[in-house]
């Protein structure tokens, strides 16, 4: 018992970022694979938003990591109560994030998605009696129908995030 539960640790601390519990950047390539051999080239239908934080780089400038710490976990939260069970919520780095939308979305359940997100990312975040207001963007791309690389589709969600952050940030594109 005690080595199932040892190998099931060291696996979930390979697949999750420590600070948000979130899973990474490994576990989010594993579910692209995974949709690779499961069905894109049969049409299966999925959806990825990007999220970038703003403002986040001065908070963790003038507050700290400490700061920045509070604010990636406050967010980790936010997400993981938006979304769906079964939607996959990645940190893939710094303060970017991925959702992986796996079941059937249309463009306004998806609208309505990130419309959320950014309403509860507005209100602050409290740490040491200061109050961090951090925003963020997303892109939004879908799947095309039969033969669709999950890895483009996140290239196109990358593309929309920066189409987003163009347009003022605090808002949300579409490829």
Same mark, same amino acid.
């Given at each position: 018992?005690?080595?199932?539960? =040892?190998?099931?640790?060291?696996?979930?601390? %390979?697949?999750?970022?420590?600070?948000?519990?979130?899973?990474?950047?490994?576990?989010? *390539?594993?579910?692209? *694979?995974?949709?690779? @051999?499961?069905? $894109?080239? @049969?049409?299966?239908?999925? =959806?990825?938003?990007?999220?970038?934080?703003?403002?986040?780089?001065?908070?963790?400038?003038?507050?700290?990591? $400490?700061?920045?710490? =509070?604010?990636?976990?406050?967010?980790?939260?936010?997400?993981?109560?938006?979304? #769906? $069970? &079964?939607?996959?919520?990645?940190?893939?780095?710094? *303060?970017?994030?991925?959702?992986?939308?796996?079941?059937?979305?249309?463009?306004?359940?998806? +609208?309505?998605?990130?419309?959320?997100?950014?309403?509860?990312?507005?209100?602050?975040?409290?740490?040491?009696?200061?109050?961090?207001?951090?925003?963020? +963007?997303?892109?939004?791309?879908?799947?095309? &129908?039969?033969?669709?690389?999950? @890895?483009?589709?996140?290239?196109?969600?990358?593309? %929309?995030?920066?189409? =987003?952050?163009?347009?003022?940030?605090?808002?949300? #594109?579409?490829?």
């Amino acid at each position: 018992i005690e080595l199932e539960l =040892a190998k099931n640790r060291i696996e979930f601390n %390979a697949l999750h970022d420590p600070l948000t519990a979130l899973a990474n950047r490994r576990k989010l *390539d594993d579910e692209l *694979d995974r949709l690779v @051999r499961s069905g $894109a080239g @049969r049409g299966t239908r999925f =959806a990825i938003l990007h999220l970038d934080l703003d403002r986040f780089k001065e908070i963790n400038d003038t507050l700290g990591h $400490a700061a920045g710490d =509070a604010v990636l976990t406050h967010t980790a939260d936010i997400l993981s109560r938006t979304v #769906e $069970a &079964g939607d996959l919520v990645a940190r893939i780095g710094g *303060d970017e994030f991925v959702i992986l939308i796996t079941r059937p979305v249309t463009t306004e359940e998806l +609208s309505l998605l990130s419309e959320r997100i950014i309403e509860e990312m507005r209100k602050p975040v409290d740490f040491d009696g200061f109050s961090c207001r951090c925003g963020v +963007s997303i892109g939004i791309a879908r799947s095309q &129908g039969i033969g669709s690389d999950p @890895r483009k589709v996140l290239i196109n969600a990358d593309i %929309a995030l920066y189409q =987003a952050k163009e347009k003022g940030r605090n808002g949300y #594109e579409f490829f």
